[in-house]
């Protein structure tokens, strides 16, 4: 999708505008060191381009634009917690509106900041009080953090994830390093498995590492490497869809698998985050080309 396309609706400053889309609003970044687009449905960065680069965030040609659903492709924001913990599947974050807070800029990038607080309907869901924080730091690197704020009069447990796919050239050509040996299998019924210091493509992979590096670098074929540096997590996952899969899914396209890889900086469900009243916690990816 070509969000420069989408007409404004609002002017916050010359780098960042307001314009819609199926009645979503999605506040787009045109700045000299970046381009990047935030549906405000799902606090959810749709798109990132730094100066000079292909784009380094994934986003489905098939992804459906509805409030009721979440957006295939971008970075997701799983909340409060991860997978089918419970319904819906990732938590209601993604699938809830967020608020702008501010925006600041200077000639190094962009910063958005969302919120997202309880209300009636996600007390329905988890009967929790609580305030987050979404930030986005948009220059030649992209910083997202989301911070998490006990505004309950209980203590509550949480796990998540920032959900990150990533635009490679070819899946088959694609190597994953630093993600740590150690990891869960999904598509062997979360067996513990031990593997090596290089992940190659070759069939699905939908694995939990729960000892990564801090840093998990991707080697996108031979045009750049990307580096993903997470912090506040406790485990990497690392998915592809392969093509039964992405067959399977009306919002990917059959081939869709081909490009695509999800390195996500999360809080696994096994070691659940829990905040005493008052206290936060600060989920972190920073995302970084390099040639």
Same mark, same amino acid.
């Given at each position: 999708?070509?969000?420069?396309? %989408?007409?404004?609706?609002?002017?916050l !400053?010359?780098?960042?505008?307001? &314009?819609?889309?199926?009645?979503?609003k999605?506040?787009?970044?045109?700045h000299?060191?970046?381009?990047a687009a935030?549906?405000?449905?799902?606090g959810?960065?749709? +798109?990132?381009?730094?100066?000079?680069?292909?784009?380094?965030i994934?986003?489905?040609?098939?992804?459906e634009?509805?409030?009721?659903k979440a957006?295939r492709g971008?970075?997701?924001?799983c909340?409060? +917690?991860?997978g089918?913990a419970?319904a819906?599947?990732h938590?209601?974050?993604?699938?809830?509106?967020w608020?702008?807070?501010?925006?600041? $800029?200077?000639?190094?990038?962009?910063?958005?900041a969302?919120t997202? &607080?309880?209300?009636?309907?996600t007390?329905?869901?988890?009967?929790?009080?609580?305030?987050?924080?979404?930030?986005?730091?948009?220059?030649?690197? %992209?910083?997202?953090?989301?911070? #998490?704020?006990? !505004?309950?009069d209980?203590? *509550?447990?949480?796990?998540?994830? %920032?959900?990150?796919y990533?635009?490679? $050239?070819s899946i088959? $050509?694609?190597?994953?390093?630093?993600?740590?040996?150690?990891?869960?299998d999904? @598509?062997? #019924?979360?067996?513990? &498995?031990?593997?090596g210091d290089? %992940?190659?493509?070759?069939?699905?992979?939908?694995r939990?590492?729960t000892q990564? $590096?801090?840093?998990?670098?991707?080697?996108?074929g031979?045009?750049?490497?990307?580096?993903?540096?997470?912090?506040?997590?406790?485990?990497?996952?690392? +998915?592809?869809? *392969?093509?039964?899969? !992405?067959?399977?899914?009306?919002?990917m396209?059959?081939?869709?698998?081909? @490009?695509?890889?999800?390195?996500?900086?999360t809080?696994?469900?096994?070691? !659940?985050?829990?905040?005493?009243?008052?206290?936060s916690h600060?989920? @972190? @990816?920073?995302?970084?080309?390099?040639?």
């Amino acid at each position: 999708m070509d969000f420069n396309t %989408l007409p404004t609706v609002a002017a916050l !400053s010359d780098a960042v505008t307001i &314009c819609e889309y199926q009645g979503i609003k999605i506040v787009r970044i045109n700045h000299a060191q970046a381009e990047a687009a935030i549906s405000l449905h799902g606090g959810h960065l749709v +798109w990132f381009k730094p100066k000079g680069e292909d784009d380094v965030i994934w986003l489905s040609e098939k992804a459906e634009f509805d409030t009721t659903k979440a957006i295939r492709g971008g970075i997701p924001v799983c909340w409060p +917690w991860f997978g089918k913990a419970a319904a819906p599947s990732h938590g209601f974050a993604r699938n809830s509106e967020w608020t702008l807070y501010e925006h600041r $800029e200077n000639d190094n990038g962009v910063i958005i900041a969302l919120t997202l &607080c309880d209300s009636d309907a996600t007390r329905a869901v988890w009967p929790y009080k609580f305030s987050n924080m979404l930030t986005f730091e948009i220059g030649t690197e %992209l910083t997202v953090s989301l911070t #998490s704020t006990n !505004s309950d009069d209980n203590a *509550w447990s949480y796990s998540g994830a %920032l959900h990150t796919y990533f635009n490679v $050239e070819s899946i088959r $050509e694609t190597t994953i390093t630093q993600m740590g040996s150690e990891y869960q299998d999904s @598509t062997q #019924s979360d067996q513990i &498995c031990q593997g090596g210091d290089k %992940l190659t493509f070759q069939c699905e992979v939908d694995r939990v590492y729960t000892q990564p $590096e801090s840093t998990v670098l991707i080697a996108d074929g031979s045009r750049r490497q990307i580096a993903v540096t997470n912090s506040g997590h406790n485990a990497a996952v690392i +998915w592809n869809p *392969w093509q039964a899969l !992405s067959q399977s899914m009306a919002d990917m396209a059959d081939d869709s698998f081909e @490009t695509m890889v999800c390195v996500e900086s999360t809080i696994h469900n096994s070691q !659940s985050i829990t905040l005493a009243p008052g206290e936060s916690h600060t989920l @972190t @990816t920073q995302i970084q080309v390099k040639r």
